[in-house]
């Protein structure tokens, strides 16, 4: 609302960088125990901020502006965060080198889960990306919300000549939830969408309602509508009858 469409469709969106604690270690929900030993532990389960993040990622690829992934958040990184006080401290922790696999001389964090793990994030971060540019409407497109509901939140984005459209149904619950998502008068009757997370397709039915029977917990959908089949061309001219 105050910033010129240029501005907010440029605007950097990130979650972390060289002056804050890393995203993975923040959507963690053992930082307020105070306790360092549990992130000196080789054995720390990070699948719950894992999934966490993830799903903040769907939301950071499909909202307006510039998406921007500080270095290694696409594999899960976290530094060995230190405590001072009554603060955890981010410098220098959050500047480590990155973890290539290749570099022996880098330390290789037990915080870093294991190779399998991190490549299934780091092909998730790839994912987003690619249907991102693959969509012009989730880049230049509109801005449409549709629907908030308890923990569900579903918005649009839509190209103005129609030729794009995207619908992303999200889900900030710990646990999975239905959804229906009214489109009438945004996404005709009978259209088909697809989630690109998983290649599910949705017909919006005839009361013009998306209806998906299970949004994944702290995560949700990305549906693009798939393109009308003998769709006659926009008129670029107009001809007056007499």
């Known amino acids: 609302?105050?910033?010129?469409?240029?501005?907010?469709?440029?605007?950097?969106?990130?979650?972390?960088?060289?002056?804050?604690?890393?995203?993975?270690?923040?959507?963690?929900?053992?930082?307020?125990?105070?306790?360092?030993?549990?992130?000196?532990?080789?054995?720390?389960?990070?699948?719950?901020?894992?999934?966490?993040?993830?799903?903040?990622?769907?939301?950071?690829?499909?909202?307006?502006?510039?998406?921007?992934?500080?270095?290694?958040?696409?594999i899960g990184l976290v530094g060995p965060v230190s405590r001072d006080g009554s603060q955890w401290q981010d410098d220098p922790y959050n500047r480590q080198p990155y973890p290539w696999l290749d570099e022996t001389g880098t330390p290789y964090y037990a915080h870093l889960q294991s190779v399998p793990a991190r490549t299934a994030l780091f092909n998730y971060y790839q994912?987003?990306?690619?249907?991102?540019n693959a969509n012009p409407a989730l880049r230049t497109g509109s801005f449409d919300p549709l629907l908030t509901a308890g923990d569900i939140y579903a918005y649009g984005r839509k190209m103005a000549d129609d030729s794009n459209t995207a619908v992303m149904i999200v889900n900030g619950s710990n646990g999975a939830l239905p959804a229906t998502?009214?489109?009438?008068?945004?996404?005709?009757?009978?259209?088909?969408?697809?989630?690109?997370?998983?290649?599910?397709?949705?017909?919006?039915?005839?009361?013009?309602?998306?209806?998906?029977?299970?949004?994944?917990?702290?995560?949700?959908?990305?549906?693009?509508?798939?393109?009308?089949?003998?769709?006659?061309?926009?008129?670029?001219?107009?001809?007056?009858?007499?």
């Open 127 to 132: 994912l987003l990306i690619n249907t991102r």
């Open 1 to 74: 609302e105050r910033y010129a469409p240029e501005a907010f469709a440029a605007m950097m969106n990130l979650f972390g960088s060289h002056d804050t604690n890393r995203a993975l270690f923040l959507l963690d929900h053992n930082t307020g125990t105070n306790n360092t030993a549990l992130y000196n532990d080789p054995n720390y389960d990070w699948s719950d901020a894992i999934s966490r993040l993830r799903g903040a990622a769907l939301v950071q690829m499909t909202m307006p502006g510039a998406p921007t992934i500080y270095y290694g958040d696409e």
């Open 181 to 242: 998502v009214n489109v009438s008068g945004y996404i005709p009757t009978g259209s088909v969408l697809t989630d690109a997370l998983t290649s599910t397709n949705y017909t919006v039915d005839g009361s013009g309602n998306i209806v998906v029977g299970s949004v994944p917990a702290r995560g949700g959908l990305i549906l693009i509508l798939n393109p009308f089949v003998g769709r006659p061309s926009c008129i670029t001219d107009l001809v007056a009858v007499s």
